[in-house]
T-cell receptor, first 110, second 115 residues
Framework: EDKVVQSPLSLVVHEGDTVTLNCSYEVTNFRSLLWYKQEKKAPTFLFMLTSSGIEKKSGRLSSILDKKELSSILNITATQTGDSAIYLCAVVYNFNKFYFGSGTKLNVKP | DAGVIQSPRHEVTEMGQEVTLRCKPISGHNSLFWYRQTMMRGLELLIYFNNNVPIDDSGMPEDRFSAKMPNASFSTLKIQPSEPRDSAVYFC?????????????FGPGTRLLVL
């Protein structure tokens, strides 16, 4: 069965720490992987990754895809309390299938 | 732009009642997605439309759920009859193309509680 697994399920860090969130997938006909951030309301888009080994970067956040390992990581450096959220990974596969992982809940303490 | 608009924002109903959730996508977007989010199952894609046509409804849990998009600016998700296990947050999202890889803009969600 196709699936997307995120780890860890939850994480507590202090401001200034660096965190790495993982997303692994096992799907047929992989097309792309997307990262979203969900605070109290709706998810907001962060990155879309289609090519292996190419890092996407936005400020303190960066992400990279490893198609060989069927996984992606999301890095957040110098974390701030505003980074506290659920980070969701989603995979597009089989042309029109879209599956979200269960998310990683990040709590950044002051 | 007002973004994706959903109504109602909150809905409390009794088991067996019909529930209708509404969504207005961003003007100019031609793909619309309905999601359901629960603690147990996370975020699930229920159905998506492209140019008002349903493309994939394999995520719709059962026949009690139906979705329509009569025109480019309006969609409904209906549950009839509703059950307590339908309690969840229902999100609508839209995007400019038919590609699932494009950035999807989510609405604020409808929090549904079925008693």
């Amino acid at each position: 069965e196709d699936k997307v697994v995120q780890s860890p399920l939850s994480l507590v860090v202090h401001e200034g720490d660096t965190v790495t969130l993982n997303c692994s997938y096992e799907v047929t006909n992989f097309r792309s992987l997307l990262w979203y951030k969900q605070e109290k309301k709706a998810p907001t888009f962060l990155f879309m990754l289609t090519s292996s080994g190419i890092e996407k970067k936005s400020g303190r956040l960066s992400s990279i895809l490893d198609k060989k390992e069927l996984s992606s990581i999301l890095n957040i450096t110098a974390t701030q309390t505003g980074d506290s959220a659920i980070y969701l990974c989603a995979v597009v596969y089989n042309f029109n299938k879209f599956y979200f992982g269960s998310g990683t809940k990040l709590n950044v303490k002051p | 732009d007002a973004g994706v608009i959903q109504s109602p924002r909150h809905e409390v109903t009794e088991m067996g009642q019909e529930v209708t959730l509404r969504c207005k996508p961003i003007s100019g977007h031609n793909s619309l997605f309905w999601y359901r989010q629960t603690m147990m199952r996370g975020l699930e894609l229920l159905i998506y439309f492209n140019n008002n046509v349903p493309i994939d409804d394999s995520g719709m849990p059962e026949d009690r759920f139906s979705a329509k998009m009569p025109n480019a600016s309006f969609s409904t998700l209906k549950i009839q009859p509703s059950e307590p296990r339908d309690s969840a947050v229902y999100f609508c999202a839209s995007t400019t193309t038919s590609l699932l890889t494009e950035t999807q803009y989510f609405g604020p969600g409808t929090r549904l509680l079925v008693l």
